[in-house]
């Protein structure tokens, strides 16, 4: 949800980060997203390497804290290109560089314009969406999803800040890593299918629950440390009080009532 077609927001990703010579990600070769030719296609470029997934317990843990430290690095330079609205990635209209503390001055003698709630709005209408799928589903009912909107709103806070390009699905299976010299270190990050315009919180969660198992706790450290030394905005760092809303939207979106729920009751305000 919230990424459209994938083609599409693949495309886009991709396109914009394409100036990004020195990261490990796929160049677009060709595309036709509207199956002019036949069907849609989007061809990339060749990313040698293997997925983290399969051989997790192949790297010691300094290496893989190395990874995590990468992913991190290259993560956050992706949240600093931003996407003319949240939500689907448009290809005509591609995410621009928009580098941290980069603020519009105003005009003299006018005043101050209204602090830009897009971020919230949209998070509202992503959660709304969520619960009425959950409830029509049968997995929650009106009583708990009120409970969980009160909770959520009172926990999300608008950042004035335009939508970053997210990820959107970060995993082991769309980490790649290669061996060099009898060392594991980043090669790749695929999967740009689910990219879209939100807030970087939203790939911490991902991270955060997708590398949840003991293999991988050097490479969640490796990764927060990275990109918490990134930005200095306390709420795109990986901060519980910031992660806590879009957690929950991520086992919405997932099918995962119970988990949802489950937030209320852990006292999620760190």
């Known amino acids: 949800p919230g990424a459209g077609d994938p083609l599409a927001a693949e495309a886009a990703a991709l396109r914009a980060l394409g100036a990004e010579v020195e990261l490990p990600l796929p160049a677009v070769l060709a595309?036709?997203?509207?199956?002019?030719?036949?069907?849609?296609?989007?061809?990339?470029?060749?990313?040698?390497?293997?997925?983290?997934?399969?051989?997790?317990?192949?790297?010691?843990?300094?290496?893989?804290?190395?990874v995590g430290r990468a992913l991190g690095a290259l993560v956050a330079r992706a949240h600093q290109y931003s996407a003319p609205a949240y939500g689907a990635l448009d290809p005509a209209r591609p995410p621009a560089y928009h580098p941290a503390g980069a603020v519009a001055r105003a005009a003299p003698n006018t005043l101050p314009a209204r602090v830009d709630d897009s971020d919230v709005r949209y998070y509202h209408a992503r959660l709304q969406a969520a619960l009425d799928a959950a409830h029509g589903a049968g997995?929650?009912?009106?009583?708990?999803?009120?409970?969980?909107?009160?909770?959520?709103?009172?926990?999300?806070?608008?950042?004035?800040?335009?939508?970053?390009?997210?990820?959107?699905?970060?995993?082991?299976?769309?980490?790649?890593?290669?061996?060099?010299?009898?060392?594991?270190?980043?090669?790749?990050?695929?999967?740009?299918?689910?990219?879209?315009?939100?807030?970087?919180?939203?790939?911490?969660?991902?991270?955060?629950?997708?590398?949840?198992?003991?293999?991988?706790?050097s490479v969640r450290v490796g990764y927060g440390n990275a990109y918490d030394e990134s930005t200095e905005r306390r709420y795109d760092q990986l901060r519980e009080f910031a992660l806590a809303p879009y957690r929950l939207v991520l086992f919405l979106e997932a099918g995962r009532a119970d988990l949802a729920l489950a937030l209320l009751s852990r006292g999620e305000e760190r």
Do not use: C, I, K, N
């Open 139 to 217: 997995e929650l009912d009106a009583a708990g999803a009120a409970r969980l909107v009160a909770w959520a709103m009172a926990r999300v806070a608008s950042t004035g800040q335009p939508a970053a390009l997210t990820h959107g699905d970060l995993r082991p299976g769309r980490v790649l890593v290669r061996r060099r010299e009898r060392r594991w270190s980043l090669a790749g990050l695929t999967g740009w299918g689910y990219a879209q315009g939100w807030r970087p919180a939203w790939d911490h969660v991902a991270l955060m629950e997708h590398f949840a198992g003991p293999e991988y706790f």
């Open 31 to 66: 595309q036709d997203l509207q199956g002019e030719a036949g069907l849609p296609y989007l061809l990339l470029s060749y990313l040698e390497g293997t997925p983290l997934l399969e051989l997790a317990g192949a790297l010691d843990e300094e290496q893989r804290y190395a």
